[in-house]
């Protein structure tokens, strides 16, 4: 494969991923994937975020050159969520960049969510994002109680 283009599709196909479902893990926006894969657009920044979502050697995803597969073992993703710091997205439209957090599941391994399946996270986000509305929604509605004077 000559083109960063051509090894990001292939390396997307392989691994399963709808050009979405790349743009959700990578926190990219889907045309963000489309203009690379198509070969109108190319960031290194964005190819070592691609590159450790696909699990493939940055370099090969880059330049073509050495091997795609990882090592025994692949990339430990624990270390690609900062406490601090911005994803690499398009602008929202506020016009702030959306802020990375940090992982919030202590009992859930980054590894055990990476071996969900596209459909998988999915339904997955979709339940979170339904219980944090319901759980707002919830809070909202409570009362406060107002205080005895003592």
Known sequence: MKTFS?????ARLLRGHTQKALARLAR??????????????HSSRSARKLAQVLKVEAEWLETGKGPMELPMGGYDLSDTLPATGVAESPPRPS?????MA??????????QFESLTADERIVLEAMTLAFIEKSTQVRRS???RARKAG
């Open 6 to 10: 051509d090894r990001l599709k292939h």
């Open 28 to 41: 990219l926006s889907q045309s963000a994937i489309g203009s690379y894969e198509t070969g109108l657009w």
């Open 95 to 99: 016009g702030r960049p959306r802020p």
């Open 102 to 111: 940090p992982w919030p599941y202590p009992n859930i391994s980054p590894a």
């Open 142 to 144: 409570a009362k406060p």
